[in-house]
């Protein structure tokens, strides 16, 4: 009995005294895009092939990238990704050259590491200026695609693919891949692949598994014109939920990284010369909770290459910027995609619309419109979501918000005529706005106020209202409340003739300075409407302490805001 005992308690003793060391997460993948493979003879596709060949045991992190992998040499690759665009047409010859290159085995020119594969635009339409071959062509690469994923499937090297998409998920160790093909959300092709993304990363992705997202589609200028908004506002929530790593796009053949909602999403090179240079691809590395991502540029025929700026770093988890950025204004917000919900997706606390009254109804248009159209009204486009959202995060726009959300209507007709069709539309809402009773303020969850051609007449002889009005330089030091003029905006150009580059000349930063320190003296904030639109301006004027800064371009406010810089290749 005694030495059963001991047999058990042994173990367990020398357990405490040499401990198992947990295993240590530490994965390296290349990500490829742009490869379009073309009809034969063959020129350079092999290069990237021979240079992805020959990193085990010779890439080494330069003391210029990432610190946490510095002087590290890589020891093994556990995967090729690529970001989408693999055949320039659909053909078999075509087909049958990418086969050679990508298809695992252990040729000179043949890929050594498992391969997992994505399409882009031209894949998906490889004919785009004839619509029968094209779709032709799309069936023969699908086809191609649906092969690759079902004999992986039945591998075991995929986890989860969802069929009409071709998206598919595959964990390395304990962080999980994902290959939304083009971009998470396409219907050009098949159905949304949405709601099976969120399922997938429900089911893979909800104990803190670090996440590793690649797409065709990036987020620079050029690129999001393929990529519609709504898309975006979904995946972007989506992820916020989770432990993302990094986020891997192709498509614009510059490598650099961008950043869209605070997220640096790294944009891999084309495979072939062209003017930045050779082609590169990126490798990743995630050792621990460290995050290191650079370039290889492949420098001949043989294998070569070297290491080259992109370079990205950061730790896990990841921090998802919750803040509300209080300053931020859309400008002409009913301009975009989703008025109102995309501006609220980049947490912006401020919001304008700009109203026609037109046969006693309320339109909204910067310009008087020819058509009408009753999804297009003020009372579909703002008051009804507002309400939603108020009532849906219990009684706040932002649940966390230590102060209203602010909109502001510009009034494009005769603010006298409409502010009475606007008082009825918003009465049924009026709890949820900011009012004045007899003089006393009280704060609600939005604060509503009128610029363009103000009601003067009618708003301020009223002792109870939940309206207010955007005043003007002309009204500082007019004894104007800020319980009747709670902001103030007025054009920049009527003031100052600097163009927003280099630096504001002294005689008008003076006098820019007196201006707005009468309306902080107030107690008023204060907007320039008008301004320079250059980074420049934004970031001189946010240092200046400007309440409200507007933007037509969101993202890249969020960005200076957040003081993101868009990185580029060498």
């Known amino acids: 009995m005694y030495r059963y005992v001991m047999f058990l308690i042994l173990p367990a003793l020398c357990s405490l005294v040499n401990p198992v060391r947990a295993q240590v997460r530490d994965v390296s993948v290349v990500i490829a895009a742009d490869t379009h493979f073309d009809m034969p003879p063959e020129s350079d596709q092999f290069y990237h092939v021979k240079a992805m060949n020959r990193l085990p045991g010779t890439f080494v992190w330069p003391a210029g990238g990432p610190q946490a992998f510095a002087g590290d040499t890589l020891k093994q690759l556990n995967g090729v990704v690529i970001a989408g665009d693999i055949f320039d047409k659909a053909d078999p010859r075509i087909r049958a050259l990418y086969n050679a290159r990508y298809s695992r085995g252990t040729g000179d020119k043949q890929i050594h590491f498992p391969v997992y594969p994505g399409f882009g635009n031209h894949d998906i339409n490889p004919f785009s200026e004839d619509s029968i071959r094209n779709l032709q062509g799309r069936g023969f690469n699908l086809q191609f695609m649906d092969s690759v994923l079902q004999t992986k499937l039945a591998k075991g090297e995929i986890l989860n693919l969802h069929a009409p998409s ?36 429900k089911q893979y992705a909800s104990n803190g598994n670090p996440v590793v997202y690649i797409q065709h589609y990036g987020v620079d200028k050029w690129a999001l014109g393929w990529w519609n908004q709504t898309a975006r506002n979904q995946l972007f929530d989506l992820l916020d939920q989770y432990n993302l790593a990094a986020f891997f796009v192709g498509h614009t053949h510059t490598p650099s990284i961008q950043y869209y909602r605070g997220y640096p999403i790294y944009q891999v090179n084309n495979a072939w010369p062209d003017k930045d240079g050779n082609g590169s691809f990126a490798v990743l590395r995630i050792k621990d909770n460290q995050v290191g991502v650079a370039s290889c540029r492949w420098t001949d025929s043989l294998g070569h290459y070297e290491v080259v700026a992109p370079y990205m770093e950061s730790a896990l988890p990841r921090v998802v910027d919750k803040q509300i950025h209080y300053n931020a204004f859309s400008h002409n917000d009913y301009w975009r995609p989703n008025p109102l919900m995309d501006a609220l997706a980049f947490r912006f606390n401020c919001v304008e619309a700009d109203l026609y009254l037109i046969n006693g109804e309320l339109y909204v248009a910067h310009d008087r419109p020819d058509t009408l159209d009753s999804r297009l009204t003020f009372r579909e486009l703002y008051l009804k979501p507002l309400a939603r959202r108020i009532r849906d995060n219990g009684g706040k726009v932002y649940p966390e918000s230590d102060r209203p959300f602010m909109l502001m209507v510009d009034c494009k007709t005769s603010g006298e005529e409409m502010y009475p069709v606007l008082k009825a539309q918003m009465e049924p809402y009026k709890e949820l706005f900011c009012s004045v009773n007899d003089g006393t303020y009280k704060e609600g969850a939005v604060l509503f106020f009128l610029s363009g051609d103000r009601p003067m007449l009618s708003l301020p ?38 163009k927003g580059n280099g630096e504001m000349p002294a005689d008008e930063l003076k006098r820019m300075r007196e201006i707005m320190n009468q309306a902080r003296s107030e107690g008023k904030l204060f907007r320039w409407w008008g301004a320079p639109d250059t980074e420049n301006y934004k970031r001189f004027i946010l240092q200046e302490g400007i309440d409200l800064i507007g933007a037509d371009d969101l993202n890249s406010l969020f960005n200076i805001l957040t003081d993101k810089r868009e990185s580029l290749g060498k």
């Not at 304990?174 to 969120?198: P, R």
């Not at 209202?465 to 004894?479: E, I, Q, S, Y």
């Not at 709670?486 to 009527?494: I, K, L, R, T």
């Open 166 to 201: 071709r998206a598919y998920s595959w964990n390395v160790g304990d962080v999980h891949f994902i290959q939304a093909q083009t971009f998470a959300g396409d219907t050009s092709y098949s159905e949304s692949n949405m709601e099976w993304l969120a399922n997938d990363l």
């Open 461 to 498: 002889q009223e002792k109870s209202r939940f309206t207010f009005l955007d005043g003007k330089v002309a009204d500082l030091n007019k004894g104007m409340p800020r319980t009747l003029t709670p902001v103030v905006s007025d054009n920049f150009a009527s003031f100052f003739k600097w």
